[in-house]
């Protein structure tokens, strides 16, 4: 099947030229965003394309969840959002994480915010969203309002990530469908004394994240089976030690030493401090 966003294109330029001057095309927050500049023809001529570019649209793309009009008579300029996903519902949750983000950016005003964006449907600021009772909010919100996409916006994905995708998971949503924006490394803890520009930059980078999550996609997870053998490489102290721990766990271990003998720098050593005992 062709691309949607290129076939919506394409209708629209069959049914638009001549009557505009000039026809461009932009994606914006993951929907397809029509402009007809120099197009001066009257509100009821162009009520009349966008009806047949809906139609049409509808017709052919299975998955057009909605077409709405978007006018600047001030400047002749006329434009159509039209929406290629089905049926997307973000919900956004801002963390405080006690003082860490609350201290220097004002999370309700930013879950607040974030609300106005499209397809945003639910938002809430609280305490501490990795903890059972906020993984329970996730989760009663997922349910509440039918959320399909799950925007965090808290603290480094490099330990919590894991976290909120496991509740995602419990919750019924796939994991791939969460974006997580980091506020505190990346914000609060970096413009601790300039709190409206980091607010500012807290706002764009959750707007950031709300944007990318539409184009968020499952990805699926496969599981291989895995021999229980193991290579070890280097002979020295920790290499012994590694494949005595590996087989320790049954695992069949191969030992691979460039020199004549393990033991590498330990070997060449007589006694060692503070047992003087032998190095080997």
């Known amino acids: 099947m062709r691309n949607t966003i290129s076939y919506v294109f394409e209708i629209a330029r069959e049914l638009l030229f001549p009557a505009a001057g000039l026809f461009c095309s932009k994606k914006i927050d993951g929907r397809a965003y029509l402009i007809l500049l120099e197009g001066k023809f009257e509100r009821a001529g162009w009520e009349k394309i966008y009806s047949k570019v809906k139609e049409k649209a509808k017709k052919n793309i299975k998955n057009v969840q909605s077409v709405r009009v978007s006018t600047d008579t001030k400047n002749y300029q006329y434009g159509m959002y039209m929406a290629t996903e089905n049926d997307i519902r973000i919900g956004v949750f801002v ?3 006690g003082i860490n983000i609350a201290g220097v950016l004002d999370t309700k005003k930013l879950a607040e915010d974030s ?18 009772s906020g993984a329970d909010l996730i989760k009663s919100a997922v349910e509440e309002h039918k959320l399909n996409r799950i925007v ?12 909120f995708r496991a509740v995602l998971k419990d919750a019924g949503v796939d994991p791939s469908y969460l974006e997580f924006v980091n506020i505190r490394e990346q914000v609060s803890f970096v413009h601790m004394n300039e709190k409206e520009k ?10 950031a994240g709300v944007a990318r999550s539409v184009f968020l996609e499952p990805i699926p997870e496969k599981i ?3 021999e229980k053998k193991a290579l070890v ?3 020295g102290a920790g290499g012994i030690q590694a494949a005595l721990d590996l087989a320790n766990q049954n695992y069949e271990v191969h030992l691979v030493e460039k020199t004549a003998t ?12 503070p047992t003087d005992d032998c190095s080997i």
């Not at 609300?115 to 059972?132: A, E, Q, R, Y």
């Not at 980091?198 to 707007?207: L, M, T």
């Open 152 to 163: 965090v916006a808290a603290c480094t994905p490099k330990t919590h990530q894991p976290v």
């Open 233 to 235: 490489i280097g002979g």
């Open 95 to 97: 963390c405080r994480c």
């Open 262 to 273: 393990i033991g590498g720098k330990m070997a060449m050593l007589d006694r060692t401090f």
């Open 115 to 132: 609300g106005k964006l499209p397809n945003v449907v639910h938002t809430t600021d609280n305490i501490s969203l990795c903890t059972t």
């Open 224 to 226: 291989f089976p895995v």
């Open 198 to 207: 980091a607010h500012i930059k807290a706002d764009e980078i959750i707007r």
